[in-house]
């Protein structure tokens, strides 16, 4: 069976910094990893989604994630984040979620 | 292109009563997916469609909840009877094609149950 850890319940984060969110996933092959958005009172968004090829995904929204096959990790970075990216971030490995981050962005 | 559509919205029901969702997905996407997110986690799947047949139900309570989709375009989740830890937004997804592959999902915007 699969699983994701996200560690970080809650990140806070200065406009215009970067962000980094972990996600560790735990399957036995190459797993179909997924990172999804959710913004107050709006659906999920996919981000970016990873199965093969470059362990370099790049989303929409500035984002990026990198696969680590060593790690069982697949982190989820922007350079510099907007106010409008303050939401709730899932890292997903199949159907199966984390338990989310959420982002606070200060100005 | 029109999204995955949901209602009701918000439902507020007692305990022991039954409710039921309706989910109609992205017009050809041949899968279909009902999430339960309790506040605070993330999205628990509880059965995926393919068409109108069922590939996944096994984190779906069957003793009180049920689901269908008979002519493999829209689906009703029902509970009957409700606890007070279903309390949850259901979110319907749909695919195009799903199953074992990287599909992208596409999430309706939830129906918030309530249950007193």
């Known amino acids: 069976a699969q699983s994701v850890t996200q560690p970080d319940i809650h990140i806070t984060v200065s406009e215009g910094a970067s962000l980094e969110l972990r996600c560790n996933y735990s399957y036995g092959a190459t797993p179909y990893l997924f990172w999804y958005v959710q913004s107050p009172g709006q659906g999920l968004q996919l981000l970016l989604k990873y199965f093969s090829g470059d362990t370099l995904v790049q989303g929409i929204k500035g984002f990026e994630a990198e696969f680590k096959r060593s790690q069982s990790s697949f982190n989820l970075r922007k350079p510099s984040v907007h106010w409008s990216d303050a939401a709730e971030y899932f890292c997903a490995v199949f159907l199966s979620f984390g338990a989310g981050t959420t982002v606070t962005v200060r100005a | 292109e029109a999204g995955v559509a949901q209602s009701p919205r918000y439902k507020i029901i007692e305990k022991r009563q039954s409710v039921a969702f309706w989910c109609n997905p992205i017009?050809?996407?041949?899968?279909l997916y009902w999430y339960q997110q309790i506040l605070g986690q993330g999205p628990k799947l509880l059965i995926q469609f393919q068409n109108n047949g069922v590939v996944d139900d096994s984190q779906l309570p069957k003793d009180r909840f049920s689901a269908e989709r008979l002519k493999g375009v829209d689906s009703t989740l029902k509970i009957q009877p409700a606890k007070l830890e279903d309390s949850a937004v259901y979110l319907c997804a749909s695919s195009l094609v799903g199953g074992a592959t990287a599909d992208t999902q596409y999430f309706g915007p939830g129906t918030r149950l309530t249950v007193l």
């Open positions: 017009s050809g996407h041949a899968t």
